[in-house]
């Protein structure tokens, strides 16, 4: 199993402000992914962050909206940028568990107002 | 990409009585997995099914997975209200797609 640290929980923003988040892993891992949950939802993928390089993005998300940085085998970052209310969303980082089963954050609660 | 419909959007239940939930897909899967999101939470992994036809049971949860691999079910027998929440099936662990969960309610 994995031991996701997501940061922060919650956070009110100002539109046209922009939010990084951060996501710690316990282990190394190859690949972290992002996803998005809308209020009432189901969970869209966002991104795939990749060591080493860049992160690869489903259709519907762009790089600079959406900028993820992975330094490292344990730690990314996504950021929303130049915000605005229908950003408001949960966004959970997740790890593959060897392609058994996904672990994933708590969650970072976004409202923009 | 695959796509996984998911059946019912919501479901209110007398405690004791039992639940059913279901994910189609219009293609063949490699796997399912199944998750439970309780309100405010993140979700959490229930299984993975593989194999056509496959049963598994986690205490009063059955979990199946259809015999052309296109379909599964989550089943919940005597409902608890410890088991309220969102149940999502999903396909591909780690760059999943999900489908659109079930919330069920159960009233005591």
């Known amino acids: 199993s994995a031991v996701i640290s997501q940061k922060p929980s919650r956070d009110i923003c100002q539109r046209g402000t922009s939010l990084t988040i951060q996501c710690q892993v316990d282990s190394q891992v190859t690949m972290m992914f992002w996803y998005r949950q809308q209020p009432g939802q189901s969970l869209t993928l966002i991104a795939t962050a990749n060591q080493g390089s860049e992160a690869t993005y489903e259709s519907g998300f762009v790089i600079d909206k959406f900028p993820i940085s992975r330094p490292n085998l344990t730690f990314s970052t996504l950021t929303v940028s130049n915000m605005s209310p229908e950003d408001s969303s949960i966004y959970l980082c997740?790890?593959?568990?060897?392609?058994?089963?996904?672990?994933f954050g708590q969650g970072t609660r976004l409202t923009v107002v | 990409g695959q796509q996984v419909m998911q059946i019912p959007q919501y479901q209110h239940v007398q405690e004791g009585e039992d639940f059913t939930t279901y994910c189609n897909s219009s293609t063949t899967l490699s796997n399912i997995q199944w998750y439970k999101q309780r309100p405010g939470g993140h979700p959490v992994f229930l299984i993975q099914l593989v194999k056509s036809g496959e049963v598994k049971k986690q205490k009063r949860l059955t979990f199946q997975f259809g015999e052309a691999k296109k379909n599964s079910s989550l089943h919940i027998t005597a409902t608890q209200t410890t088991d309220v929440g969102t149940y999502f099936c999903a396909t591909n662990a780690g760059k999943s797609t999900f489908g659109d969960g079930t919330t069920l309610t159960v009233k005591p």
């Open positions: 997740s790890v593959d568990g060897v392609g058994t089963e996904a672990f």
